[in-house]
């Protein structure tokens, strides 16, 4: 007699994978179909069988979006974190806030370290939702944790900026006595080296890796571009071209309100970026 679950793929060790049902973890093997075609994510929401002594995974539900580096699906948040030291890279900052509106996630800026100084981020304030937070002090760490209740998230930024810490500070908080799997939740040295989301109750898991990047899933028309920096969208409809690009086209209607409600920062790292869109796509066709 076979058994069928629904579940979510929660970490995945070479051909297993571990998929959360009702009653626990299963660990489950993939149809060779599912297999070979690599369509098994982290964060999948999958349906699995049980024949015989084992556990298969039948088939995977469509996800909302897919990163890569780590390949995870079905993001809610990502908390873009930095810090005061090392000094904050905005253009990764302002890349990882388009992928995320390119893949449906909810960007929210993490500044931790918000003991040692506090960062000038005045140009933000109209773009995104901002976390001043402290790892070490334990400051803005229920703010963190109230957005991520119900959702699924993942932290993302240059190296050396405490996610690491801001993690280890949600998984020691009070969200995971909600949950009887946190009870079970260990994390060795390793723990960045592979790819798990953890499940803390109230329908809320944590992407359980720092190695995170999603610069790799932009995949945009660099006339599209302007479409992603949310501050353009008050001025943009009276630019003499419907298209304009708000670089060098003549009557822009954006340019003029740059260095006030738009910041300057921000405006020349739109630049760069689209630049950088731009050779990428007179590259593909040299």
Known sequence: MKTQYDGRVIKAVASKFFVEVSDGVKTCFARKKLKSDGNIFVGDYVVILKERDSFVIESVSKRKNQLIRPYVSNVDVCFIVIAPEPSPDFL???????NCHEQGIKPVLV?????????????YESVLEIIECSAAQGIGIDRIINRSIGK????AGQSAVGKSSLIN????????????LAKRIKRGK????????????EDTYLVDTCGFSMLETVDIQPEDLRLYFDEFENFRSD????SCTHIDEPDCAVKPHIGNEIGEGRYKRYKTLFEELKQRKESKYD
């Open 111 to 123: 500044a931790n370290k918000c003991d040692m100084s506090l960062i000038d981020l005045k140009e």
């Open 169 to 180: 500070a949600v998984l020691g908080s009070s969200l995971l006595e909600v949950g009887e």
């Open 152 to 155: 699924t998230v993942c932290f």
């Open 92 to 98: 990764l900052v302002d890349k990882i806030i388009v």
């Open 190 to 201: 390793n723990t960045t080296r592979r790819t798990e989301i953890l499940y803390l109750g």
């Open 239 to 242: 630019c003499r071209f419907t």
